[in-house]
């Protein structure tokens, strides 16, 4: 079947690494984030991946014309912000018979085949993937009936709303009927789709087990690599006191500690502590210092007796010694 990936953000969550390398090339492991999120598809189904992007398209272009993935690739740009529906509704051209979608920021446990069998039982336009929440106002909630359909869809209800904790989980098996109720434009699935779909009837949804994370966010992303490495989602690197190294033979200092962090090529980490952080190529780490819940881009360099903290850092930056900084940002350009 063809999967149509919804990433037309800038990943303004993610920046300044997003500055340069747009949200869905953004390594997680071994495979980029947006092949993370496809692979809650048996690659024997996928066909097609289309990508529905409004940033450096270019750049993913580019990336998978030359990678070695088991899918073509059709990137369909966006011009101009068009929302969920809207950059759906924009793919409405090439896409046909049944469908997987996915929001572009998922890393999940789900596998679709479940979701598939439903869709084919119940019918209808739309299967959702459901996961439940303590606090569900930040998400869509759905009401279920014994059938596994959908009677009722509320996008971010207040409190007072809440009529149920199961949420959309941001990924659907979809029928090419959906485009009827759809318009071109700017417009939101989730506000303005699926509670006409609910009302007539026309969605289920089936609830999974395991993990489920936006990894939009810093901290998001630490946690999508964390369960990454748990899960052992790579096919390539080694994984070392709960951290995957792309390379094992990584420049390691002894005495230094990595911990549930993911450590790309040609890094090196003098005797310092990594926590739950990701460094990306070519970067180095100096001697006595400590980086927790950091995401390093590519070549920086963090000098010695630095104590960062849920920073992000821009690739190409310096940071000198006994630098501390809690949250944030660094731009590579700060200290010009």
């Not at 098996?173 to 007539?200: C, N, Q, W, Y």
Request: a negative charge; proline letters at 4%.
């Amino acid at each position: 079947m063809q999967v149509v990936v919804l990433a037309g953000g800038v990943g303004s969550r993610l920046r300044p690494w997003t500055n340069q390398i747009p949200k869905p090339l953004l390594p997680m492991l071994d495979k980029t984030l947006l092949e993370r999120v496809v692979e809650g598809v048996p690659s024997d189904l996928v066909d097609e991946v289309i990508v529905a992007g409004g940033y450096k398209i270019d750049m993913i272009r580019q990336y998978f014309a030359d990678a070695d993935v088991d899918f073509d690739v059709t990137i369909i740009p966006e011009d101009e912000p068009l929302g969920t529906g809207g950059a759906l509704a924009n793919c409405s051209d090439i896409v046909s018979g049944t469908f997987a979608c996915f929001n572009g920021d998922i890393v999940s446990s789900l596998d679709v085949t479940p979701m598939i069998e439903l869709h084919k039982i119940n019918g209808g336009i739309g299967t959702l993937a459901l996961w439940e929440v303590e606090d569900p106002t930040r998400f869509g909630i759905v009401g279920l009936d014994e059938d596994s359909r959908i009677t009722q869809f509320k996008e971010k209800p207040k409190k007072e709303e809440v009529f149920s904790n199961l949420i959309n989980a941001g990924s659907y098996i979809l029928e090419d009927d959906i485009f009827d109720f759809m318009h071109d434009g700017k417009h939101s699935i989730e506000r303005d789709v699926f509670p006409v779909l609910a009302t007539e009837g026309k969605l289920n949804g089936l609830q999974f087990d395991g993990y489920f994370v936006d990894a939009g966010t810093p901290e998001s992303w630490s946690e999508g690599v964390q369960e990454c490495i748990r899960k052992k989602r790579f096919s390539s690197g080694e994984v070392c006191g709960g951290s995957w190294f792309s390379n094992p033979m990584a420049k390691v200092t002894e005495g230094a500690r990595v911990v549930g962090s993911m450590v790309e090529g040609n890094v090196g980490i003098g005797k310092s502590e990594v926590i739950e952080s990701t460094i990306l190529s070519g970067s180095l780490v100096g001697d006595n210092s400590v980086l927790s819940s950091c995401l390093i881009g590519r070549n920086a360099t963090i000098g010695n007796n630095c104590n960062l903290e849920g920073v992000v850092v821009d690739h190409n930056s310096v940071i000198p010694p006994e630098t501390n900084q809690i949250g944030g940002k660094w731009l590579s350009q700060q200290l010009d």
